[in-house]
């Protein structure tokens, strides 16, 4: 019996279970945008909700980091490795910026958090546009794109830049041949096509709304998988016009390098649940916008993908480093 008892005192006591992260002191929503931008607007409904619906138990603050195309938040994001009290909403320049030389850091020097939303890049002309249609778009992309000014905002190497070349690159164009034009806005650049300067306008679909219902533009094409609801439901995508392009300025979640698996889980679970919550669902749609929840192995996996993909046609457009 005492040799029995003996053995029993060797056996390794059982691990103990580590309790679940949570935050303990005051969280920071970080963005990159000054206050009333799209990423600003969107971190403070975020705010509102988490704490209204307490899915964080500590105060939930908005810092803003303007500057450098995200560089100044993603640099003080890495101020606070392995800290999960800081989070940054993010969007694709994420990626291009690294990708053209913008950024020295890439998406890889963070800790993927979730998705949150999506908003697809529309193709906009005015409703006396002799581009017709989708198919009229195209042809004229595939046999002279040189006759036809693109405009985007806010930099050369963007989502919008990178739609335009996938669109023209899918009817068979020279994407170098594009003749693109770079504003300051989004409403800068509908306004040039309204005033005739240029003759089609690459920008999230949103923008499209209230100039379609005036009847003072046509959308020819929308790069999402599928048909949008509401006011741009009757736009055909361009899937459905016999070109495989699907275009988003997304909207992630991304964390300092170097959080562990209970931290990950922990934001997980909160933005989980902020999706169901009906304020957070009406705000994105009055954004234009559409739910995209992915959880950090998801959103890992996405970014690779996305990366490629933008790489791919910003060396075509000689814009990769």
């Given at each position: 019996?005492?040799?029995?008892?003996?053995?029993?005192?060797?056996?390794?006591?059982?691990?103990?279970?580590?309790?679940?992260?949570?935050?303990?002191r005051?969280?920071?929503?970080?963005?990159?945008?000054?206050?009333?931008g799209?990423?600003?607007?969107?971190?403070?409904?975020?705010?509102?909700?988490?704490?209204?619906?307490?899915?964080?138990?500590?105060?939930?603050?908005?810092?803003?980091?303007?500057?450098?195309?995200?560089?100044?938040?993603?640099?003080?994001?890495?101020?606070?490795?392995?800290?999960?009290?800081?989070?940054?909403?993010?969007?694709?320049?994420?990626?291009?910026?690294?990708?053209?030389?913008?950024?020295?850091s890439?998406?890889?020097?963070?800790?993927?958090?979730?998705?949150?939303?999506?908003?697809?890049?529309?193709?906009?002309?005015?409703?006396?546009?002799?581009?017709?249609?989708?198919?009229?778009?195209?042809?004229?992309?595939?046999?002279?794109?040189?006759?036809?000014?693109?405009?985007?905002?806010?930099?050369?190497?963007?989502?919008?830049?990178?739609a335009?070349?996938?669109?023209?690159?899918?009817?068979?164009?020279?994407?170098?041949?594009?003749?693109?034009?770079?504003?300051?806005?989004?409403?800068?650049?509908?306004?040039?096509?309204?005033?005739?300067?240029?003759?089609?306008?690459a920008?999230?679909?949103?923008?499209?709304?209230?100039?379609?219902?005036?009847?003072?533009?046509?959308?020819?094409?929308?790069?999402?998988p599928?048909?949008?609801?509401?006011?741009?439901?009757?736009?055909?995508?361009?899937?459905?016009?016999?070109?495989?392009?699907?275009?988003?300025?997304?909207?992630?979640?991304?964390?300092?390098?170097?959080?562990?698996?209970?931290?990950?889980?922990?934001?997980?679970?909160?933005?989980?649940?902020?999706?169901?919550?009906?304020?957070?669902?009406?705000?994105?749609a009055?954004?234009?916008?559409?739910?995209?929840?992915?959880?950090?192995?998801?959103?890992?996996?996405?970014?690779?993908?996305?990366?490629?993909?933008?790489?791919s046609?910003?060396?075509?457009?000689?814009?990769?480093?």
């Amino acid at each position: 019996m005492l040799g029995l008892a003996l053995a029993s005192t060797a056996l390794p006591a059982a691990p103990a279970q580590p309790a679940s992260w949570k935050p303990t002191r005051p969280v920071e929503i970080v963005v990159g945008v000054s206050p009333g931008g799209g990423i600003d607007r969107m971190a403070r409904v975020i705010q509102k909700i988490v704490q209204e619906d307490r899915l964080v138990q500590v105060p939930v603050n908005v810092v803003n980091k303007p500057g450098g195309g995200g560089a100044i938040a993603q640099a003080y994001l890495q101020q606070h490795a392995g800290d999960a009290h800081y989070i940054h909403i993010t969007a694709t320049a994420l990626l291009t910026n690294h990708i053209i030389g913008k950024s020295q850091s890439g998406y890889r020097d963070f800790t993927p958090l979730v998705m949150l939303t999506d908003e697809y890049i529309g193709f906009l002309v005015r409703e006396d546009s002799a581009l017709r249609t989708g198919r009229h778009l195209l042809h004229a992309l595939r046999n002279d794109p040189e006759s036809l000014p693109i405009g985007i905002a806010t930099a050369a190497g963007n989502t919008n830049h990178i739609a335009a070349a996938l669109l023209a690159r899918a009817a068979g164009g020279d994407v170098k041949k594009l003749k693109v034009v770079v504003f300051g806005s989004g409403g800068e650049s509908i306004t040039e096509l309204l005033g005739g300067h240029v003759g089609l306008v690459a920008t999230p679909s949103a923008n499209a709304i209230p100039h379609v219902q005036a009847g003072r533009m046509r959308v020819l094409g929308i790069a999402a998988p599928q048909r949008l609801e509401g006011p741009l439901a009757a736009v055909p995508t361009w899937n459905e016009q016999g070109v495989n392009v699907v275009v988003a300025n997304w909207r992630p979640v991304i964390g300092p390098k170097g959080l562990t698996g209970q931290q990950i889980a922990f934001w997980e679970a909160a933005f989980a649940k902020l999706e169901q919550d009906a304020q957070w669902q009406s705000a994105i749609a009055h954004d234009g916008s559409v739910a995209h929840y992915l959880n950090s192995r998801d959103l890992a996996s996405y970014f690779d993908a996305q990366y490629a993909q933008f790489r791919s046609v910003l060396a075509e457009l000689g814009l990769a480093r």
